[in-house]
T-cell receptor, first 113, second 111 residues
Framework: DVKVTQSSRYLVKRTGEKVFLECVQDMDHENMFWYRQDPGLGLRLIYFSYDVKMKEKGDIPEGYSVSREKKERFSLILESASTNQTSMYLC????????????FGSGTRLTVV | RKEVEQDPGPFNVPEGATVAFNCTYSNSASQSFFWYRQDCRKEPKLLMSVYSSGNEDGRFTAQLNRASQYISLLIRDSKLSDSATYLCVVNGLRSNYQLIWGAGTKLIIKP
C-alpha cells in the first residue's frame, strides 16, 4: 500500500514563527499536494507539485511556500505563522495521470497561538 | 456556482436502511470521478472510483450521469460503521491530475 507520512500529528506554534510541515511518500508518485481543511469549507488546495523542483499555486497560496527537492518529499512552509493558519493540513500524493485518486497522509493539526 | 456541490446533510438513517446521495459537477469535460470517505478528525480515504457504466463494491453502488452532470452513491443495508462524511471528487479544469473536492455529505447511522 502507498504510504504518505506527515512528520507531526499535532503542532503548536507561536505567531510569527516559521513553520515547516514535512510529507514523505514511498511509492514513487509524481504528484504531491498540500491541502488545508477547515470546518464547513472542505479541502482547499494550497500548492501542488507534479515533478521534482516543480510547483504550482493552488487556490489559497498566500502565506505559504513549498519545496520539492526530492521526488518523495514535499514540504510546506509557513513563512510567518498567523492565527488564521490554524487548521488541519493534509498532504496527498498520486501517480501521474490522476486516474487513481489521491492517497493522503494522516494530517497535521496545527494551532498558532 | 461551485465546481462540485454536495448536500452537506446530516443524513440521519436507521441501521439497515438504504441511503443515497448525489453530487453535481460543473466541468462537462471531467473524466475522473471518485467517492472518498472521511471519518471525524481523520484523513480522507478512497471509497471507490466511479465508472461510466456504474459500479458496485459490496453494499456500495456508484453511478455517473454525464448528461445531467452528477454522480451518486448508494449504500444498502447501512451499518453503524458507515457513519462518516462522504466526499465527492472530480478532476479539475486545470489538469487531469488535479482533483476538485466537494465539501462532503455527513451520514449518521442510528441503531
Amino acid at each position: 500500500d502507498v504510504k504518505v507520512t506527515q512528520s507531526s500529528r499535532y503542532l503548536v506554534k507561536r505567531t510569527g514563527e516559521k513553520v515547516f510541515l514535512e510529507c514523505v511518500q514511498d511509492m514513487d508518485h509524481e504528484n504531491m499536494f498540500w491541502y488545508r481543511q477547515d470546518p464547513g469549507l472542505g479541502l482547499r488546495l494550497i500548492y501542488f507539485s507534479y515533478d521534482v523542483k516543480m510547483k504550482e499555486k493552488g487556490d489559497i497560496p498566500e502565506g505559504y511556500s513549498v519545496s520539492r527537492e526530492k521526488k518523495e518529499r514535499f514540504s510546506l512552509i509557513l513563512e510567518s505563522a498567523s492565527t488564521n493558519q490554524t487548521s488541519m493540513y493534509l498532504c496527498a500524493s498520486s501517480p501521474q495521470g490522476g486516474y487513481y485518486g489521491y492517497t493522503f497522509g494522516s494530517g497535521t493539526r496545527l494551532t498558532v497561538v | 456556482r461551485k465546481e462540485v456541490e454536495q448536500d452537506p446533510g446530516p443524513f440521519n438513517v436507521p441501521e439497515g436502511a438504504t441511503v443515497a446521495f448525489n453530487c453535481t459537477y460543473s466541468n462537462s469535460a471531467s473524466q475522473s470521478f471518485f467517492w472518498y470517505r472521511q471519518d471525524c478528525r481523520k484523513e480522507p480515504k478512497l471509497l471507490m472510483s466511479v465508472y461510466s457504466s456504474g459500479n458496485e463494491d459490496g453494499r456500495f453502488t456508484a453511478q455517473l450521469n454525464r448528461a445531467s452532470q452528477y454522480i451518486s452513491l448508494l449504500i444498502r443495508d447501512s451499518k453503524l460503521s458507515d457513519s462518516a462524511t462522504y466526499l465527492c471528487v472530480v478532476n479539475g479544469l486545470r489538469s487531469n491530475y488535479q482533483l476538485i473536492w466537494g465539501a462532503g455529505t455527513k451520514l449518521i447511522i442510528k441503531p
